[in-house]
């Protein structure tokens, strides 16, 4: 009994190793060579793989959209879109300024031509 019990000990002893785990995050592409070039910082963001049809038919047939083709064809349309409604806001804004800007200036003249004028023998010394 007591040799199997050695035995037990041994062998749970040597079997428990250490694991390390890294918790920090590895950059292996050179991201300054990346920027100095103009590229984005994730090379699988944008490009001929990710952008074209992973096959096409011989006979000319159209192919249809990989799911993340559909999913980053529809963001970029709901980015229109939203370039497009906020675009039209701006212009609405700077017309909306500047008919505000004429219809003060429209009002300070008619008080202006409003204020009391000279009568009398005023009247007759400025002519």
């Not at 037990?8 to 694991?19: K, L, N, S, V």
């Not at 429209?106 to 010394?125: C, S, T, V």
Request: hydrophobic share 35%; aromatic share 4%; proline share 6%.
């Amino acid at each position: 009994m007591l040799k199997i019990q050695k035995l037990c000990i041994a062998a749970t002893t040597t079997a428990t190793a250490q694991r390390h785990v890294a918790l920090t995050a590895v950059r292996s592409i050179d991201q300054k060579w990346r920027a100095s070039r103009g590229l984005p910082q994730n090379p699988n963001a944008f490009g001929p793989l990710t952008n074209l049809p992973d096959y096409t038919f011989l006979d000319g047939r159209p192919t249809p959209l990989g799911s993340n083709q559909k999913k980053r064809l529809l963001k970029q349309q709901e980015i229109a879109t939203k370039i497009v409604q906020l675009s039209g806001e701006l212009d609405y804004a700077k017309k909306r300024h500047e008919t505000l800007k004429a219809a003060a200036d429209a009002e300070r003249q008619r008080i202006i031509e409003n204020k009391l004028k000279p009568k009398g023998h005023l009247l007759l010394n400025k002519k």
